[in-house]
T-cell receptor, first 108, second 118 residues
Framework: GESVGLHLPTLSVQEGDNSIINCAYSNSASDYFIWYKQESGKGPQFIIDIRSNMDKRQGQRVTVLLNKTVKHLSLQIAATQPGDSAVYFCAESDQFYFGTGTSLTVIP | ETGVTQTPRHLVMGMTNKKSLKCEQHLGHNAMYWYKQSAKKPLELMFVYSLEERVENNSVPSRFSPECPNSSHLFLHLHTLQPEDSALYLC?????????????????FGAGTRLSVL
């Protein structure tokens, strides 16, 4: 069936470096995507979203890129901080499949 | 604070017990959701309520019984659970229900109830 998923289950980065978390989706009709962050002991929290008519959207230290040709999303975190350590999920708005997420560990 | 409160935070129950999980949202949202999160597995959608009507039931065993008495409250009644039901149960709410407009589907999650079935 249709789904979204993530490329790597774990990612370790040095504090201060940039992080890139990838996500692939299969439904070419998807028109809206959301990134969530789940810290230990908490539920997922909304980070940033993007519509399919956009290629890029920037937030505070985060940027989401959308490549509809290859059905690929990425979340870029600039100057990664220890507080960014969490599991990151991408999701399509009209479905409720989050994948297993990518666990980001920031090394001080 | 996300505006979604779940109680209890932790629950240990035997297989013959009956218990209930509670979720309350203070955001004025119209849709509420139950998810199950097990280790190394994707988040699993269990139920969706929109304007107090169940609009999604994702083939969940009948030992899980949801109840949505109003748009602010959601319960998950548990009965004769199995050890494999041990997981983190997450509640979420969104402004509108599924398929009602992209930005209105952003979900706000509670911190979850960590359930252990012995």
């Amino acid at each position: 069936g249709e789904s979204v998923g993530l490329h790597l289950p774990t990612l370790s980065v040095q504090e201060g470096d940039n992080s890139i978390i990838n996500c692939a989706y299969s439904n070419s009709a998807s028109d809206y995507f959301i990134w969530y962050k789940q810290e230990s002991g908490k539920g997922p929290q909304f980070i940033i979203d993007i519509r399919s008519n956009m290629d890029k959207r920037q937030g505070q230290r985060v940027t989401v890129l959308l490549n509809k040709t290859v059905k690929h999303l990425s979340l870029q975190i600039a100057a990664t901080q220890p507080g960014d350590s969490a599991v990151y999920f991408c999701a399509e708005s009209d479905q409720f499949y989050f994948g297993t997420g990518t666990s980001l560990t920031v090394i001080p | 604070e996300t505006g979604v409160t779940q109680t209890p935070r932790h629950l240990v129950m035997g297989m013959t017990n009956k218990k209930s999980l509670k979720c309350e949202q203070h955001l004025g949202h119209n849709a509420m959701y139950w998810y199950k999160q097990s280790a190394k597995k994707p988040l699993e959608l269990m139920f969706v309520y929109s304007l107090e009507e169940r609009v999604e039931n994702n083939s969940v065993p009948s030992r899980f019984s949801p109840e949505c008495p109003n748009s602010s409250h959601l319960f998950l009644h548990l009965h004769t659970l199995q050890p494999e039901d041990s997981a983190l149960y997450l509640c979420a709410s969104s402004q509108e229900g599924p398929f009602r407009g992209a930005h209105k589907n952003i979900q706000y999650f509670g911190a979850g109830t960590r359930l252990s079935v012995l």
